[in-house]
Structure formats: C-alpha cells, structure tokens
C-alpha cells in the first residue's frame, strides 16, 4: 500500500519567515518599519485563533503590528471606521479584515473601503482586478500559499489540470485566476455547490484543491492514483480539526497535505510577503524621489 509524501506548509513557511526577517532588517536599517494591521469583528474562534497567529508570526519577523477588536454587534459604520482609521495610520504598512464578518455587515462595502495600497489580502476590487489584468499587485494570500507550496515541491503547474472545490472570496475564485495566468497556464475545473459530479471531475485532474468547507469530503475513489491533492477547508469538531480530504487519500495520492500544517501556515506567510513587499515598494518610490532631487 502506497503512502503519499507529506506536503510540508509548516516547513516551507519556516523557510519564508526566515528570509522575510532578513528583509524587515534591512528595511529597518533604511528607516522603514513594515507594521501589519488586523480588524477582527465578533468571537468566532477560528478567526481568533488564526488572527493570534498572525500577530505571533509578526512578532517572530520583527513586523510591528496593530490589533482592531470589535464586538460581534459592531455596526457597519463603526466597521468602516476601523478600516478608515488603518487607512490614515502611518505605522500600518497593510491591513486585513478577518473574514467572516458577521452576517449583518455588508462585507463588499467593507473590503471596497480598504485603501488598495494598504490591501494585504489582495481582495480589494482595484487589487482583484489587477490580478485579472495581469498588473502587478498585492496577491490573495492562500492561493499565493499554494502555488509556491507546490513548487517548492516540485508539483507541475503548467499544463496540468485543477479541480477547486470551493468558489469563495478567499480561496477558490482568485486561485482559479491565478492558475489560469500566463505565468501558470494551468487548465482548473472550478467547483460550486451545484456541480454535478464533483467526484468525477476530481479523478479527471492532477491536482485537488479541497477549499470547500465540508470535513472529508474528497474520498480516496475521487483521486486518481499519483495525483497532488491540497487539504484547505477546516472544520472544527469536539474531536479536533477535520479537514476537507479523507486521510484515507493517502493510500492514492502521490502527494498531499494534512488537514493542518499545509496550507494554513503558508497562507499567514503570504500575508507576512505582502507587507514586506508593500514597504520594499515604498522604500524604491522614496529612493526614487531621493535619487530624482540629486
Ligand atoms: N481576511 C481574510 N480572512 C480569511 C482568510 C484570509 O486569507 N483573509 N482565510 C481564512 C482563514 N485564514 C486566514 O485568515 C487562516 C486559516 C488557517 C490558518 C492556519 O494557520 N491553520 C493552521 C491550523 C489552525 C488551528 O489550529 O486553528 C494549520 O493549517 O496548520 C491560518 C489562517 C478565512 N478568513
């Protein structure tokens, strides 16, 4: 019986905030201090939990970072003005909006109000329209953890055929527009609740991503022998966490991730990319200017 090798996000992750470090220093040492923003609204403890860790991974790079909290019977207005008050503070370098927000708030409106130069999620209109584009810009942060996840272990994209299962805001949506650049030409089936089949459009693919939400969804008899499949979607239960592939997959799978460790730590490095990279874009605009005056 075959065993798929373990895709390691913990490992890859490491390996990023290790090089991040080196690149907050230096921006240190160029008068630029790179600070992270969080708005987190309600008491979901996923969203807690996920926020702690990534303050806890700001701390580690030596990122500053700035904590909003607001209770779940926060109003829009008062949303709005969290993500106004980010935009106008000079020490935040990029923020997120910890999604979900509660049902009562207009989340769109929200994410459109982010300044796009301060979007470190990416999932501002200009920024998602960028990615349409092809110009660059701040990138989604799990799709980005996932595509570097696979090439750091060596898992073709070019060519090969995706199956998403998921088409939510965060995951699914920019992973199918980011896999289907040039840059990728990727081939992606992109799954949604009303897809008939998804089981034979798994088995019909090289790689699985399982962003879907449902705990063990995808089955050992929807992977074709070899495939890559990626574990994204988390369901929290008395037991622990599951995730959205059937651990059996291993039996089939040439590759895959566990319900933890694999994508999640890449998604917070990305995130931990996108600020370093928004300061590093601030420092060339201010070398520029410098280097235009003398
Ligand atoms: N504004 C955003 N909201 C949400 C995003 C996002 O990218 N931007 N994605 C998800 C949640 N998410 C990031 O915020 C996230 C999910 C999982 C992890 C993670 O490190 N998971 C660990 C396990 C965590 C645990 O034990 O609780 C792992 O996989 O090992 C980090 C971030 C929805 N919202």
Redesign the pocket.
């Known amino acids: 019986m075959t065993t798929a090798a373990k895709i390691d996000?913990?490992r890859v992750a490491a390996e990023l905030k290790a090089e991040l470090a080196v690149r907050v220093k230096a921006l240190h040492e160029a008068g630029i201090d790179p600070g992270l923003g969080t708005i987190l609204v309600g008491d979901d403890p996923?969203?807690h939990?996920?926020?702690a860790?990534?303050h806890r991974d700001c701390a580690e790079v030596g990122i500053a970072s700035i904590r909003i909290e607001l209770p779940a019977s926060a109003t829009q207005a008062e949303i709005e003005a969290a993500v106004q008050q980010l935009n106008e503070d000079p020490s935040c370098t990029g923020f997120?909006?910890?999604?979900?927000l509660p049902p009562h708030v207009d989340t769109h409106r929200v994410l459109e109000l982010i300044d796009p130069d301060k979007d470190a999620?990416g999932?501002h209109p200009t920024n998602l329209g960028k990615l349409v584009l092809g110009t660059p810009a701040p990138l989604?942060?799990?799709p980005r953890g996932i595509i570097e996840l696979l090439r750091q272990h060596d898992v073709p994209i070019t060519g090969q055929r995706f199956c998403v299962i998921g088409c939510g805001l965060?995951?699914g949506r920019p992973l199918g527009l980011m896999l289907t650049r040039p840059t990728e030409h990727a081939t992606v089936t992109l799954c949604n609740i009303e897809t008939r089949d998804v089981a034979a459009h798994a088995r019909a693919s090289d790689v699985i991503v399982a962003a879907a939400g449902v705990a063990h969804l995808v089955k050992p008899d929807w992977v074709s022998p070899g495939a890559t499949v990626l574990s994204v979607g988390?369901t929290?239960t008395i037991e622990g966490?599951l995730g959205d592939v059937d651990p059996n997959v291993d039996v089939v799978a040439g590759k895959m991730t566990g319900?933890?460790?694999?994508?999640?730590?890449m998604?917070?490095a990305m995130?931990l990319t996108n600020i370093v990279e928004i300061a590093e874009q601030q420092l060339a605009a201010r070398e520029a200017i410098v280097g235009a005056l003398t």
């Open positions: 996000g913990k996923g969203s939990s996920y926020v860790g990534k997120i909006v910890q999604l979900p999620d999932l989604p942060c799990t965060t995951v988390i929290r966490i319900a933890t460790g694999g994508v999640g730590p998604t917070r995130l």
